[in-house]
């Protein structure tokens, strides 16, 4: 194994560095800083253009969140004509059928014989 430095675009005369461990690194201590100077350079090139991405990320996000909200008025008009508050009074007001009452055995007996088909209908809208 040699032990002068394997920079590789040119010979390089001079002895490897050595590792903290004892073993040797594969440069010299001149090309060593060099190459960790361009890393350097590289990596913090690196993050400022994931930074830029990411901004630009976000502007584009809060473009696409930053919609019109929708017009709302509380005091909007309710509108409802005479059907509507004759149906709204009938629900309210009046008092719900006693079906009990209405289908004990003996009315239900001598009624069922006049049932119609709207009767049975009508019927099953009030349960």
């Known amino acids: ?15 490897r560095s050595t590792k903290k461990d004892g073993s ?9 800083k060099k190459a960790n100077a361009i890393q350097r350079t590289y990596a ?3 993050r400022r253009e994931i930074r830029a991405f990411k901004q630009r990320q976000n502007a584009e996000l809060a ?8 017009p709302y008025s509380p005091t909007s008009d309710v509108t409802m004509d005479d059907v509507d ?3 709204l009074d009938a ?3 009046e008092d719900p059928i006693n079906i009990d009452a209405w289908l004990d055995e003996r009315n239900f007996e001598s009624f069922s014989d006049t049932l119609t088909c ?10």
């Open 44 to 46: 913090s090139r690196r």
């Open 91 to 93: 629900f309210v007001f």
């Open 1 to 15: 194994m040699s032990s002068t430095c394997r920079y590789s675009y040119k010979e390089c005369p001079h002895p």
């Open 63 to 70: 473009e696409l969140v930053a919609l019109d909200p929708i």
């Open 85 to 87: 508050l004759a149906v």
């Open 24 to 32: 040797p690194h594969a440069l010299c201590e001149f090309h060593r």
């Open 118 to 127: 709207e009767d049975i209908d009508s019927m099953w809208t009030f349960l």
